[in-house]
């Protein structure tokens, strides 16, 4: 019998050489308990988050936990369904009005996590006939969307208007459909996209333009509405997809638009009609998230200002950081030992983050990704820098 996981020798080995000489795997860490927003219980020592994408602090809110157990003695723990079967609930058509409103949007599908509303939209807004442009970072939701949507799909230079204006010109004659897909806040590297500058490309051509805000939103523009929001092109983007497992600390997705089609793809997106609905508890700790988030807009501030110093701070130790500052900080080193070494060395001296190695790195180096929250305080900022300078010191990274 051929070994069905042959194919992952490869994969096997490479984890054994990045995990021989190292004390731990980055692959398994456990935080064992959530002691605040910011500190967690990793292997019985206290250690400082910033790898949580927990951007306001809002998995910990009080009022969204009061709400989900409420919710939870009402009306139960699941919908054991489809939306489109019988996983529809008045809290859902609730959620997604909220939502609309929020966008000053029409339309609203929410989606059972973020990935799938990116796998859910994108697949069913473009077709075999149409084309995908996508910018080269792109996350790997998009990229399966993507390919779910049999469109044929064409990559762009990272944050690069004027390829994409280059790329698009070539294609004046193709008779189908073209939409532009970006990101608000890059993931893994905290870039910020020149949001009005694809949304004139996208003008100028007849396309159509699709902003994947999950890392952006509660955390950009003035009422958070994210970085169409803060460049004033929010009436140029024709669908805003987001979560709500980043600022919001709860599960899932949404898509929202003002192009009434949109109301179609709840019967053409797969993984929407095939995928049981979010649980009600769920909808109502999102709800009173959502609440809070706008009632107080001081966490935003707070949130920027945290990852200004942040940002600053590790620029300071001379490390190779992100350009941007968002709440996204990325440092980059050399050599993956390094990463793996220096990784380790950071969660031994109480500072958890993010280890993001090749092949999923944007340039193929790898990086030490931090996500710093509204909640984390001007000491423990500092501490976790002086912590990078240590280890920096330590490495002589």
């Keep these: 019998m051929i070994d069905i996981f042959a194919k992952y020798d490869g994969l096997k080995a490479a984890i054994a050489g990045l995990t021989q000489n190292a004390p731990r795997s980055p692959f398994d860490v456990v935080i064992e308990r959530p002691l605040s927003a910011t500190i967690g219980l990793i292997e019985g020592r206290e250690t400082l988050l910033f790898g949580t994408n927990n951007y306001l602090g809002l998995s910990q809110s009080k009022a969204a936990a009061e709400a989900a157990i409420a919710t939870v003695r009402e009306e139960g723990v699941g919908t054991t369904g489809s939306r489109i079967a019988n996983g529809t609930y008045a809290l859902h058509r609730r959620l997604e009005r909220r939502l609309a409103e ?193 009632a107080r807009p001081e966490l935003r501030h707070r949130l920027q200002e945290n990852a200004k110093r942040l940002n600053h701070g590790l620029h300071g130790l001379g490390l190779n950081a992100s350009p941007h500052v968002s709440p996204v900080v990325a440092v980059t080193l050399d050599a993956v030992d390094q990463a793996v070494a220096f990784w380790n060395r950071l969660l031994e001296l109480g500072v958890y983050v993010n280890l993001s190695l090749p092949p999923a790195t944007p340039d193929e180096r790898p990086l030490l990704r931090c996500s710093v929250m509204a909640a984390h305080s001007p000491q423990e900022i500092d501490r976790a820098v002086e912590v990078f300078g240590q280890v920096a010191k330590e490495l002589a990274a």
């Design 102 to 294: 929020v966008f000053h949007r029409r339309h609203c599908m929410i989606f059972s996590t973020g990935y799938q509303a990116n796998l859910g939209a994108i697949s069913a807004l473009a077709g075999k006939d149409d084309i995908l442009l996508l910018d080269a970072d792109s996350h790997a939701s998009i990229y399966d969307g993507s390919r779910l949507s049999h469109a044929q799909v064409i990559r762009f230079r990272h944050n690069d208007p004027s390829d994409l204006d280059r790329r698009l010109g070539r294609l004046k004659d193709h008779p189908g459909a073209k939409l532009i897909v970006v990101e608000g806040i890059y993931s893994m590297t905290g870039n910020v996209a020149p949001m009005r500058e694809f949304a004139e490309v996208k003008k100028k051509h007849g396309a159509y333009l699709l902003a994947d805000e999950a890392h952006s939103f509660g955390v950009m523009g003035e009422h958070g509405r994210g970085v169409a929001e803060q460049d004033g092109c929010e009436d140029d983007i024709d669908f805003v997809v987001g979560t709500f497992s980043k600022s919001l600390g709860t599960v899932g997705g949404y898509c929202v638009s003002n192009l009434d089609g949109m109301e179609l793809i709840r019967l053409c997106s797969r993984p929407y009609m095939f995928t049981a609905s979010l649980p009600p508890e769920i909808i109502a700790s999102t709800l009173a998230a959502l609440d809070e988030m706008q």
